[in-house]
T-cell receptor, first 113, second 112 residues
Framework: DTAVSQTPKYLVTQMGNDKSIKCEQN?????MYWYKQDSKKFLKIMFS???????INETVPNRFSPKSPDKAHLNLHINSLELGDSAVYFC????????????FGNGTRLTVT | GQQLNQSPQSMFIQEGEDVSMNCTSS?????WLWYKQDPGEGPVLLIA?????ELTSNGRLTAQFGITRKDSFLNISASIPSDVGIYFC????????????FGKGITLSVRP
């Protein structure tokens, strides 16, 4: 199936730990994104990569470090997890430019205890 | 920064009714998109609008890109129980590094 797939779907961890979320797309897109959805369902962009190059970096703590080994993958590593990091993280992909809608993965629910 | 306004936060309708959702922005967008999110899943694209004034349909859904490029609406006709979910509008700005800004979403409930 063509899709944006994220792993894991659920991640429960303790404060202070380091964790990673992986994302892969097989849609042939050249741009990938990470969005954070808070408890009020608000979706906010965190990062965007085009062909492995960082092109959007919103005001995100530097404990969050995206890594793109190739244009089909964009992983998110989070250091020293805090309670406020609990949220659903969505990966998305598109072609670069205005007329290319984003396709989203099914999200990773991160719970920090 | 850019903000999209969607209200109310929740809507409750009877099965078979039509419903309209509006989205307004403080700034101009080149593209307007409507997404639906079901529980435990990611947002799924419903309709994309690329030109001011454009009116586009997708089955029972109709959406329009406002002439001022600062607003859009989504209509759902003859609602059914599976229309339940969160509906997000999103605006995309110009340029190669354009990003998508989302409204806060409207949670739609459909009573059978």
């Amino acid at each position: 199936d063509t899709a944006v797939s994220q792993t894991p779907k659920y991640l429960v961890t303790q404060m202070g730990n380091d964790k990673s979320i992986k994302c892969e797309q097989n849609l042939g897109h050249d741009t990938m994104y990470w969005y954070k959805q808070d408890s009020k369902k608000f979706l906010k962009i965190m990062f965007s990569y085009n062909n492995k190059e960082l092109i959007i970096n919103e005001t995100v703590p530097n404990r969050f470090s995206p890594k793109s080994p190739d244009k089909a993958h964009l992983n998110l590593h989070i250091n020293s997890l805090e309670l406020g990091d609990s949220a659903v993280y969505f990966c998305a992909s598109s072609y670069r430019g205005t007329n290319s809608p984003l396709h989203f993965g099914n999200g990773t629910r991160l719970t920090v205890t | 920064g850019q903000q999209l306004n969607q209200s109310p936060q929740s809507m409750f309708i009877q099965e078979g009714e039509d419903v309209s959702m509006n989205c307004t922005s403080s700034s101009i967008f080149n593209t307007w998109l409507w997404y639906k999110q079901d529980p435990g899943e990611g947002p799924v694209l419903l309709i994309a609008l690329y030109k001011a004034g454009e009116l586009t349909s997708n089955g029972r859904l109709t959406a329009q890109f406002g002439i001022t490029r600062k607003d859009s609406f989504l209509n759902i006709s003859a609602s059914i129980p599976s229309d339940v979910g969160i509906y997000f509008c999103a605006g995309q700005d110009t340029g190669a590094n354009s990003k998508l800004t989302f409204g806060k979403g409207i949670t739609l409930s459909v009573r059978p």
